[in-house]
């Protein structure tokens, strides 16, 4: 299959994951352009938005060049996010492959080859099983989202295990939306991470608090949002 230039790609960079279970893990960020949904907060939008625009039509070679040119050897983490990166599932597959023929060349120890970790808002199902962490982050009522719109499988069952569920909380009225997803997914309470809605430091800040209260009460984790902390707004970090 030949390496087109279809992929789009709004921002590629180095930094450390901000937030979930990987919280802290230096990572390449890989974000795709396009979104299928529109948060009313979204802290994105320039990755889906028309009046950004802000993508370039990248081949696969280009994309894993761009990501090996961060240190040069693989050993990274690698996060596929958006807007919704499962809208471009077979060119994260044809990126992949690239990351890993370089691997097979550098003829890696197991701890020293890439991991793959997505972002997702639950609306597409994830088709590939090479992934070592899927963060699904369905959207409330908080974003402007009804009806509801996380698929009943957005993920093979069998990826259980490398599956956590991120919630960006606005305050208690939000738990009804929450509780209500658990209990028709199955999804166990140590699954779940809470996060607060907040676009600047001070935000973030001043509404951790309570949401740290919702992870006691309901038995979640709290997730920093450590781009926010240590950034604020800024985009690209
Ligand atoms: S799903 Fe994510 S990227 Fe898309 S509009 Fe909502 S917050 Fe933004």
Known sequence: MPDRENI?????????QGEGINAGVPSVFVRLFGCNLTCDWCDT?????????????MSARKVADRICAFGGLPGKNIVFTGGEPA????AIRRIRKELMARRDHFSLSPEDQFTFELETNGTRRIEDDFWNVINISPKLQNAGQQPYPVLAHCFPREHHQKTWWKFVV???KDMDDILALLKEHHISPHKVLLMPQAQTRDELIAASPAIIELCKQYGFRFSPRLHVFIYSD????
């Not at 789009?8 to 450390?16: A, R």
């Open 45 to 57: 939008r320039y990755s889906w938005h028309r009046d950004f625009a802000r993508f370039e039509k």
């Open 170 to 172: 606005e305050d208690e």
């Open 234 to 237: 800024k985009a690209g970090v």
């Open 8 to 16: 789009k790609v709004c921002e590629i960079f180095y930094s450390v």
């Open 87 to 90: 809208l471009q599932q077979e």
